[in-house]
């Protein structure tokens, strides 16, 4: 009897400290989210074998109607992690292997790999970003022209381009919803089945998670729904997209506590081997890579990237479709798990504070760093550093963007073997050698970075960014191009705008006239931007055609210039000069196909 009234206490009072432990965790969220301005969140938490749930905020910032833990979200690119693991019960199954090649699989796709006779691209480069594809272009994404039937493999046929391969398959990550848009049709290909209905009812139902689908959702269809919303509270309803299996899943938190709780189990369902304990265990561990061969054994593998964070070590995936935010967070070896989604995308919020407050509320486990080495590297750290690009860079779209603006540079710092990373896109930090090649971000547990040497290249990667080493020479080439070509864009306004108020009814004979003109015509479509809806912006629009338009026949109207300033003046004047400073950077973008700027093709 003594027992049994302890058992009670016991239970009793174990209830009260969780249930405080609840309302404080959700008086911290709530904070942070009024100061992040975000409108509501909702969440699910496992520890001690017990699941949690709790929301925050607005359903809808319009209506003022309360969130709640009930209400359903999207989760956007943590599809990927559903879509995977769908694609490892079929392994399981011996429907499909991780090595058989895509192509085999799907008939209708044919890749331009360069690759192709030697490394052909299989089921596990899609499952892990290695396949070499781009991640998506801008009409796939930006798009209402999408149906929630349009046929997966339409983003393919469309234009074939798409299904370039950049990098040796297996070799290298490169974030890709084009790739995981393939896993969903070879679903189709091997189930007969779309695959929304295939995994509604062989992963979704077998999982318990009742309340979530693959199909496409709307507001208008399920009540329950939370709003999406944008900066300033404006709401954003659920549109279809044509990568669906790379973002489309409706949900709750409870049944994403069920889908974590199953994914740090032993892959058994009643009984039953679901999925293969081996395969279930790899998610998060990548060994394949180039980077995993050198040594760093970080990465993404299966659906999920290892994440070394806040003190702590745990397998992640984030997500963001229009309209929504979301994390997933497993910490298998202590089987403790967090999953938070907010029905806003805000531009400036950081949503990595919530995660922190999660692993502190979780007691995660923090790990002893990794002491420092003074061990002999086989790098000449001189030779390391210098300049680097990213390669690949996850949008070809933004290339010419990219090493412009997201390359970085590596110096020696004042403390032994310091190396301190710079980059005009993010705050500098420092690395520390760990052990050979192998270095550690100064905020990381284990070894974060890694040094190595392929083919006469000097490579730097975190596991899921690579750069290679390139010319100091090249890069002030393309900023010396940018700068002069908007500082002749500057002049040519400014002289056309001085000619206009001087010769008025001459002003039309004016060489500078045409490239004046055309240069102020570049913002006639700027109206049309903001008529259309931002999710129109990979379609063909008016302000979309008259961008086109216009970009496409501005160096035209510079060569013009240049004809009549020639035959004013006899000869080369300031003003061919001028017009020469802006053509030679407008020759850039179009080698780099930015010109002329066709939104629904790229």
């Known amino acids: 009897m003594k027992r049994f009234t302890w058992l009670i206490i016991y239970f009793f009072a174990t209830s009260t400290l969780l249930a405080q432990s609840d309302e404080d965790l959700k008086k911290q969220l709530k904070n942070t989210l009024q100061q ?38 999207q989760i956007g690119s943590i599809t990927k992690t559903l879509i995977a693991t769908g694609i490892l019960r079929l392994i399981t199954e011996n429907k499909i292997d991780l090595e058989t090649p895509v192509e085999q699989l799907i008939p209708a796709i044919s890749f331009e790999n360069p690759w192709q006779k030697t490394r052909k691209v299989t089921v596990i480069d899609l499952l892990n970003h290695t396949s070499g594809l781009e991640d998506a272009r801008f ?37 890709s919803n084009m790739g995981y848009t393939l896993l969903g049709s070879i679903i189709e290909h091997v189930t007969g089945q779309p695959y929304e209905v295939y995994l509604d009812e062989n992963l979704l ?13 709307s507001q208008d269809d399920d009540p329950d729904l939370a709003m999406g919303h944008f900066d300033g509270g404006v709401i954003q309803p659920c549109v279809p997209m044509y990568l669906r299996p790379a973002g489309q899943f409706t949900t709750t938190t409870y049944d994403m506590a069920l889908l974590a709780r199953f994914l740090m189990s032993d892959g058994k369902i009643e009984g039953k081997p679901f ?24 990465g993404y593998q299966f659906g999920l990237s290892y994440r070394d964070r806040y003190g702590v070590i745990g397998y992640y995936h984030s997500g963001n479709v229009i309209g929504y935010r979301a994390s997933l967070y497993l910490f298998p070896e202590e089987k403790k798990s967090f999953f938070i989604s907010f029905n806003m995308d805000h531009k400036t919020a ?59 540079r590596i110096e020696s710092g004042k403390e032994k073997e310091e190396l301190i990373i710079k980059s005009l896109q993010q705050k500098n930090y420092s690395l520390f050698k760990v052990e050979k090649n192998l270095y550690r971000k100064d905020d990381r547990v284990k070894a974060s970075h890694i040094f190595y040497k392929l083919d006469g290249e000097y490579i730097y990667s975190d596991g899921l960014a690579t750069y290679k080493k390139v010319s100091p020479f090249y890069l002030a080439l393309l900023w010396l191009s940018l700068a002069l070509g908007i500082a ?3 002049i040519i306004l400014s002289k056309g705008v001085f000619v206009l108020i001087k010769q008025k009814r001459l002003f039309i004979n004016h060489a500078v006239f045409v490239p004046f003109l055309f ?10 931007f903001f008529i259309h809806s931002f999710n129109q912006m990979g379609d063909l629009t008016i302000g979309n055609l008259l961008l086109t338009i216009i970009t496409g026949a501005l160096p035209f109207s510079l060569l013009y210039g240049i004809v009549v300033s020639w035959r004013n003046q006899n000869g080369w004047n300031i003003d061919i000069l001028i017009f020469t400073l802006l053509i030679q950077w407008i020759i850039i973008l179009w080698v780099w196909n930015i010109i002329p700027i066709k939104f629904w093709e790229i």
Do not use: C
Request: cysteine-free.
């Open 350 to 408: 950081d949503y990595q504070a919530f995660n922190k407050i999660f692993i502190e509320h979780l007691k995660v486990h923090q790990p002893l760093p990794s002491p420092l080495s003074n061990s002999q590297t086989s790098l000449n750290v001189k030779n390391v550093e210098g300049y680097y690009k990213l390669a690949p860079v996850r949008f070809e779209l933004f290339a010419y963007l990219d090493l412009l603006f997201n390359s970085i």
């Open 275 to 298: 999925i293969e304990l081996e395969l279930l265990r790899a998610m998060g561990k990548p060994t394949q890579t180039e980077v995993n061969k050198q040594g760093l054994d970080r």
């Open 139 to 175: 009409w796939q994404v930006f798009s209402e022209e999408a149906q929630t039937n349009s046929p997966l493999l339409e983003v393919f046929s469309r234009d074939p381009d798409v299904l370039t391969i950049r990098t040796k398959p297996g070799s290298r990550f490169s974030y």
């Open 519 to 528: 240069i102020l015509l570049l913002f006639v479509p700027v109206p049309f």
């Open 205 to 217: 139902m077998p999982l318990g998670m009742k309340n979530s689908t693959f199909q496409f959702v």
């Open 488 to 490: 002749g864009m500057i």
């Open 36 to 73: 992040e301005e975000l409108i509501g969140a909702s969440w699910s938490t496992i520890n001690d074998g017990m699941i949690s749930t709790g929301a925050v905020g607005l359903k809808n910032a319009t209506t003022g109607e309360k969130l709640t833990a009930n209400n359903k979200i």
